[in-house]
């Protein structure tokens, strides 16, 4: 059967990826369909694609196996619950074989390859399951800790500041978001600073103008 899917594509997420050119605005317009539509696979055709910025948002229909899907995801849960990763694993790459843009089985791939430390196969699974589930807090959430493990905290501050949008009351986004932002704060003020003009000096106060007063030589009396 088809689906409809509505996709929320973000230019931080492909910077260093061929989909990344459709956001510098440097190619034609069949030469962008042509990437965005390699990025949606086979088993999807693109019906619309709208660039806003840094924002990529875009409608297809994608041909999936949704209730086997479902019951594999499942069955991928069960076995996480009792230890068993690499089983779960397989069930759910087995999943997206069946439904490729499947949020759930997206976020359970890129959360196993992060629980094993694999942060950029993590980060191919979760970047897609946010594309496809904007509003889920979880896959933010494991985004913003992979950024800050790579040392991005421009691409942590983004997924943070989404999920409290969503979320106000994650304290631990919040403390995250916090720590963040003095660094980033000071880094920008000294920017500032050091592209800003010299400020003019200042007009004397009355008591700096009598101390200067005071110290002036009294002129030769004669």
Request: charged content about 35%; overall charge negative.
């Amino acid at each position: 059967m088809r689906r409809r899917i509505y996709m929320e594509i973000h230019r931080e997420d492909h910077k260093n990826d061929a989909l990344g050119l459709v956001f510098l605005g440097a190619l034609d317009r069949e030469r962008c369909l042509e990437l965005l539509k390699g990025y949606l696979g086979v088993h999807a055709k693109l019906k619309q694609a709208e660039l806003d910025d840094s924002v990529l948002r875009v409608e297809a229909d994608v041909r999936e196996f949704a209730e086997e899907c479902q019951n594999l995801v499942r069955m991928a849960r069960d076995m996480m619950r009792n230890g068993r990763m690499k089983g779960a694993l397989g069930q759910l790459e087995e999943a997206l074989r069946l439904s490729p843009w499947n949020a759930q089985a997206l976020k359970g791939v890129g959360r196993l390859y992060y629980r094993s430390r694999q942060r950029d196969e993590a980060r191919y699974y979760l970047t897609r399951a946010r594309e496809v589930a904007p509003e889920d807090c979880d896959v933010l959430r494991l985004l913003a800790e992979i950024a800050l493990h790579d040392d991005r905290p421009l691409a942590a501050r983004e997924y943070l500041e989404k999920l409290l949008e969503m979320d106000p009351d994650d304290k631990r986004a919040r403390v995250t978001l916090a720590r963040l932002m003095p660094e980033d704060a000071r880094e920008i003020r000294e920017a500032i600073q050091a592209s800003a003009p010299k400020a003019p000096e200042p007009f004397a106060t009355e008591s700096e103008q009598a101390s200067v007063r005071d110290t002036e030589p009294e002129p030769p009396q004669g």
